[in-house]
């Protein structure tokens, strides 16, 4: 059966619903890019992209944002990949508790959980009972502030991350590969790294860009932790401008559909591979 | 002392005891099959063996080591698995030498290693392909090849033919076969599958609700079975109740009939109820040959199974199959005639009730 003959048989209403969707999502964009492209009176043109890449805030910021979102990608990977192979392997009955607590940041909202960083950790966190300072008060200085900021983000992504890599690893065989991985006398660095991270990458990169998507775009935790970051200056940028943000807005997604393009090339043989059992 | 010593060995999970009290020593270089129905504990035997269970109780020896709490990458033991369990991000070279990378060995032997497996299966061609590129039956041997390049003391096969149709199971069997006679490798087989047991095995273990049943060469297991369950496990057996009638000399009676056995019947009394088991292809017709048991029978069915016909006889009350080969010139006996069947004395094992 051709193309054209299978589109036929696709029925009077999908094709409705299917137009409807589109245009829900695709108006919007279109409606952006239009009045970005409309910063000079009667002119097409992209003075609005040229004036938002010439800021220097928008570079650094942008910058600094990005680094932000690496670090909680490597952190996050670090903490949810062993955790979610663990729960596979030897702990299944505890998947419900902590898919429950993955869940908790859509419940709980950022403005708490900024407000419980700063109240813990702007004063030293001391050793019970003792004068010993276990860490001194981290919002005190850049490093500090940067590792909150990151902890923050890692529970704000923590459903998107848990869940792509406990998606990933479903579809592998964890028991049996690790099994055969220790019987040729693997240790379990090796087959964390060499085994089941190569076999769930397209999941790890899903996970990757729906992180990196909250920490560009996150504004509450880097308002209030007072950091520099990309955020917060979209939204003043809003608040001051008009036709900026709406080309900055128009980049974003442009990025964002060119990171999904990547992820389908980097990983477009892996559902045969792992589904070949 | 024996190359694989299993002793006293018991697996509790919770209150269930899965395996209870085994004790088997393997030779150097034997081909062993555990041999049993879904939950008799074969598999946690085997898997105890790999290290990815622990006993209750009980201790694993390996070329004279106690191995019991190692860890399983720190026993060198090979495994198959049934689903192959082959890395899917890794070509068959690479999973072959995926053991040796780990052991941290030059690449020159890794490659030497990977080169003398791959020819070892037959895979030549296929060395740069992924697994999901591979048959069922070729991904197995990948499995092999990558189970024996770290050249393991014992090689564990967790029903490795399960996942396979039936031709390719019969060759892969004969090529596991004879791959672990060339390198004179121990091997342990774990299948439920008795003519996969009988055909490959040195010896099997026969088990049962976590225990052992027998243990034997295929040809005592088939012949001799000691108790029942392995008696009608291990191929297609009659059995029917019967009773001792003269202990010395070997008379039971089923229904009224009677049948001499050559053993079984001296430890019992007159009277004593037992059962009796014969083997279907152990029966014949007495006008080819008259052995030690000769008896009335009516055919009751005739069933065409290929090379071999089927005839069930009724004898008293007890229906029997009787196998007999196929050939184009057979005169089959009509259904509801009445024939006489005869067995050897040998022939009527006479097993507790």
């Known amino acids: ?277 | 002392m024996a190359y694989l010593s299993i002793s006293n060995v018991t697996k509790q999970f919770g209150d269930t005891v899965v395996v209870d009290n085994f004790n088997l020593d393997i030779e150097k270089g034997e081909f062993v099959s555990f041999l049993g129905p879904s939950g008799c504990g074969k598999t946690t035997t085997l898997r105890m063996v790999a290290g990815f269970e622990i006993p209750t109780s009980g201790k694993i020896l390996l070329d004279g080591k106690d191995i019991t709490d190692k860890a399983p990458n720190q026993r060198n033991v090979g495994m198959i698995f049934q689903s192959y369990a082959l890395f899917p991000n890794m070509t068959v070279s690479q999973n072959i030498g995926f053991g040796l990378r780990v052991r941290k060995e030059s690449e020159a032997t890794i490659k030497q290693r990977v080169d003398e497996m791959v020819g070892l299966i037959n895979l030549e061609k296929h060395a740069n392909k992924y697994p999901y590129q591979l048959s069922g039956g070729q991904q197995q041997r990948v499995s092999l090849a990558r189970a024996l390049a770290n050249r393991p003391q014992v090689l564990l096969l967790d029903e490795p033919l399960s996942a396979l149709d039936a031709k390719i199971r019969v060759s892969l069997r004969a090529e596991i076969r004879a791959i672990q006679k060339s390198l004179g490798i121990t091997a342990i087989f774990v299948t439920h599958d008795q003519e996969e047991a009988l055909s490959i095995s040195d010896r099997i273990v026969v088990m049962n609700v976590g225990e052992m049943e027998q243990v034997g060469t295929p040809f005592e297991i088939y012949n001799f079975p000691k108790t029942r369950f392995v008696a009608n496990f291990v191929g297609s057996l009659n059995t029917s109740d019967a009773e001792v009638v003269d202990p010395a000399k070997g008379f039971v009676s089923v229904d009224g009939v009677k049948f001499t056995a050559a053993e079984g019947t001296e430890n019992r009394k007159k009277g004593d109820k037992v059962k009796i088991a014969i083997r279907p292809e152990r029966l014949s017709f007495a006008s080819e040959h008259k052995k030690a048991n000769v008896v009335d029978a009516t055919i009751e069915n005739i069933t065409f199974l290929g090379s071999v016909v089927r005839i069930q006889v009724k004898i008293g009350n007890t229906k029997f199959n009787m196998d007999t080969f196929n050939n184009p010139f057979l005169e089959l006996p009509r259904v509801g005639s009445k024939e006489q069947v005869t067995c050897s004395k040998e022939a009527v094992l006479v097993l507790d009730e």
């Open chain 1, 1 to 277: 059966m051709n193309f054209s003959s299978r589109l036929r048989r696709i029925p009077f209403w999908s094709w409705v619903w299917f137009i409807l969707g589109t245009l829900y999502f695709l108006l919007p964009l279109y409606a952006t890019l239009d009045f970005s492209l409309q910063m000079e009176r009667d002119v097409i043109g992209l003075k609005a992209y040229e004036k938002a890449f010439e800021d220097k805030d928008f570079i650094e910021t942008f910058t600094y944002s990005n680094l932000l979102a690496i670090a909680t990608i490597v952190m996050s990977i670090i903490l949810i990949v062993p955790t979610a192979y663990w729960i596979r392997l030897r702990l299944p009955e505890a998947r419900r508790i902590v898919e429950f607590l993955t869940l908790m940041p859509f419940v709980v909202p950022a403005i708490i959980l900024v407000f419980g960083l700063i109240r813990i950790y702007s004063s030293s966190v001391m050793i019970p009972f003792t004068d010993i300072v276990l860490i001194p008060p981290l919002t005190n200085y850049k490093f500090g502030t940067n590792i909150l900021v990151v902890a923050g983000y890692m529970v704000l992504a923590m459903p998107y991350m848990y869940r792509s890599v406990d998606t990933g690893m479903r579809t592998v065989d964890v028991l049996t590969l690790t099994e055969a991985a220790q019987s040729l006398g693997a240790s379990w660095f090796t087959i964390i790294t060499r085994i089941i991270l190569p076999n769930i990458r397209a999941a790890l990169l899903s996970g990757a860009l729906l992180t990196f998507a909250i920490v560009v775009g996150e504004v509450t935790l880097a308002s209030f932790l007072g950091i520099d970051a990309f955020g917060p200056y979209l939204f003043l940028l809003g608040q001051h401008r008009a036709y900026e943000p709406a080309a900055l807005s128009f980049v974003s997604f442009i990025l964002t559909w060119i990171a999904m393009g990547l992820i389908q090339l980097v990983t477009g043989g892996q559902g045969q591979t792992t589904g070949a059992h």
